[in-house]
């Protein structure tokens, strides 16, 4: 049954049981007789009725199924002008309501820069626009709504949210509890939401550290240790079915220094070192139940030599994925729009060639239009088989009946009010944060500071555009965090590649502090913030460096005497890196990457599992 608790909805409400079963009346006819496509009590899905749902769709209905598409607008039917444009440039449709009308999408992705995640109780009312308006169509079916929310340095819903830390820094954190505490609350607030499915965790195994799109996105190097992360956070998310996780990138993009949004990475592993490096993760996944695999729009030659990516690959998707690993869940492209899979064929061919690889969901192509059309062209022409289309449908068909979605595809604003961002898990994000933070250098005990021998602290340093839904600025969040400690604490923004000037400035505040905090993110042998960092170790101010980002940082500052890696520069990690900085919690975190000498990267500096607590140099 529908949620039908009441609640302020805004301008819509949740709808009432007869309001539902009369947008379901086609669903219900669909399935004669049988009742509903219900998941039974231990999650077993009935074959036989989403078969006889199959059978009555119409061939463009089927196509449809097979796509996730993007949509601008806060709202299902009523968006802001400029998203009502957007729509009509990119995909020609006024709203979500028409797009699910023209095209019968079977998903629907979230998007800040869409404008559909303005707050919960809005996106709690667009899922249930998008809902009964694709349940008001003939034959209608519950639509399944994804987005990208990692954490760290990747979300899609902000605060007032639960936001917890990334991956890397969970990784240095090292407890599998956590990893599942944190999938298991994510997971409860996206479904209050109407989210259903969530493209993470990432399974990548970073072994690169020039790697530019994964990164800290990882949970580290170590594939044994990223598998029992990678499973954990799946059994989380997948707790009493309330959403569908999604490992990615398969099979596997964390050994690469070129970004797939932009380049095509070609991965050069041979066959034993991917099953040594990629592949545990996945299986891990595989082991714990995973109802979607993501694929990577990556070449890896030892396993398919054609120059195909790997999301267009059938000896990578059907060959070792389906059939090696034995994998059955859905599989579900990177999105289409991206460089990587653009590069050998054109837009019309390549979700006819995932579809033909062994791909069930088509995600966010650049032109639906040219998308939709090419594939129902391809079953037209016979190039692609309707029994193809089926066995994927039917796949996305048991993931929404297992995800209640037929029987509750809506949901209520006071659901969401129980559930997002409640002070109880806004303090578990805050505990499992202080867990992570890493210190990775503390000579003469410099760290914690005191606020009696040092009570004016100047906060300096990168101020990257703050992860989504954060509030930032990073320097501005350290130094309200150490104020709130008993501290003054002043910001002041030098930027990643400050100048002279901005070096200068900095300098002469340091003279006025007892202490300096400076923020790093992603430094290089030519960076600025070198110099930045080498000038405010001059004035004799006691300096705390800590890495927002990457913790390779250290490597190119080797003159500083006490160093944090905090993973992200997210909100929650920053105000317990404060924490760490002030002495009220003790650095517990271990790297879970190695860190190579700047000038030599055959010589580890710091290896995987090194972390500092106070009372050692």
């Not at 009346?25 to 999650?43: E, F, I, S, V, Y």
């Not at 695999?293 to 398919?304: G, K, Q, R």
Request: hydrophobic share 40%; proline share 6%.
């Amino acid at each position: 049954m529908p949620d039908t608790s009441t609640g302020s909805m805004g301008n819509t409400s949740v709808p009432s049981r007869r309001t539902v079963l009369a947008a379901t009346a086609g669903m219900t006819t669909a399935l004669a007789l049988g009742g509903t496509a219900h998941a039974g009590p231990d999650g077993k899905h009935d074959d036989r009725k989403l078969r006889a749902l199959i059978a009555r769709m119409s061939l463009p209905e089927k196509v449809g199924q097979l796509f996730v598409m993007r949509v601008y607008g806060h709202s299902a039917t009523a968006p802001d002008q400029a998203d009502i444009d957007a729509n009509l440039k990119e995909i020609g449709v006024r709203t979500a309501a028409e797009l699910i009308a023209k095209y019968r999408v079977g998903g629907i992705i979230y998007f800040t820069w869409a404008h559909n995640t303005r707050d919960p109780h809005q996106i709690a009312d667009l899922s249930n626009g998008i809902q009964r308006a694709s349940l008001a169509q003939p034959r209608g079916l519950p639509v399944l709504v994804s987005t990208d929310q990692e954490h760290g340095i990747v979300c899609r819903v902000g605060e007032p949210a639960t936001l917890f830390p990334g991956a890397m820094a969970i990784g240095a954190g090292g407890s599998r509890a956590d990893a599942r505490t944190l999938g298991r609350v994510a997971g409860q607030e996206l479904r209050a939401l109407g989210i259903r499915q969530n493209y993470s965790p990432v399974a990548d195994v970073n072994v690169n550290p020039a790697n530019p799109v994964i990164g800290v996105r990882s949970f580290g190097a170590e594939p044994a240790a990223v598998a029992g992360m990678v499973a954990a956070e799946v059994a989380g998310y997948q707790h009493a079915r309330q959403l569908a996780a999604t490992a990615k990138h398969f099979p596997g993009h964390g050994d690469t220094a070129v970004d797939s949004h932009y380049g095509f990475p070609v991965i050069t592993h041979t066959r034993d070192q991917w099953n040594q490096l990629d592949a545990p993760p996945f299986r891990a996944a595989i082991r714990a139940g995973i109802d979607s695999i993501m694929t990577a729009h990556i070449m890896v030659p030892a396993l398919d030599d054609s120059g195909d990516p790997a999301t267009l690959s059938r000896p990578i998707l059907t060959g070792i994925l389906r059939e090696e690993l034995g994998y059955d869940g859905l599989v579900v492209t990177d999105s289409l729009g991206m460089e990587g899979v653009r590069t050998k064929y054109g837009d019309d061919r390549v979700p006819v060639l995932a579809l033909k690889a062994g791909v069930d969901q088509l995600l966010n192509p650049p032109s639906l239009d040219i998308a939709w059309n090419a594939v129902l062209k391809a079953v037209q022409d016979g190039e692609l088989t309707e029994a193809r289309l089926d066995e994927s449908i039917l796949r996305i068909l048991r993931l929404k009946a297992k995800l209640r979605l037929f029987d509750a595809p809506y949901v209520s604003q006071g659901g969401v009010d129980r559930t997002v961002g409640t002070a109880s898990h806004l303090r578990t994000a805050d505990r499992i944060a202080e867990r992570t933070t890493t210190l990775l250098v503390n000579e003469d005990s410099t760290l914690p500071l005191s606020r009696r021998s040092h009570p004016k602290i100047l906060v300096v340093g990168a101020d990257p555009a703050s992860p989504s839904g954060t509030t930032g600025p990073p320097t501005g969040v350290l130094a309200a965090a150490l104020t709130e400690l008993g501290f003054t604490a002043t910001a002041l923004s030098t930027g990643t590649a400050p100048s002279s000037a901005a070096i200068a400035k900095a300098v002469e505040a340091a003279r006025a502090a007892d202490a300096v905090v400076v923020g790093t993110y992603n430094v290089t042998a030519s960076s600025t913030q070198k110099a930045l960092v080498e000038q405010l170790l001059a004035t004799g101010r006691p300096v705390v460096a800590v890495a927002v980002r990457n913790p390779y940082d250290v490597a190119h500052l080797p003159a500083v005497r006490a160093y944090l890696a905090s993973y992200s520069w997210t909100d929650v990690e920053l105000r317990a890196a404060a924490r760490v900085i002030a002495g009220r919690v003790a650095p517990r975190g271990k790297l879970p990457v190695p860190v190579q000498q700047a000038d030599d990267p055959t010589r580890v500096l710091y290896p995987i599992g090194h972390g500092l607590s106070y009372g050692r140099g």
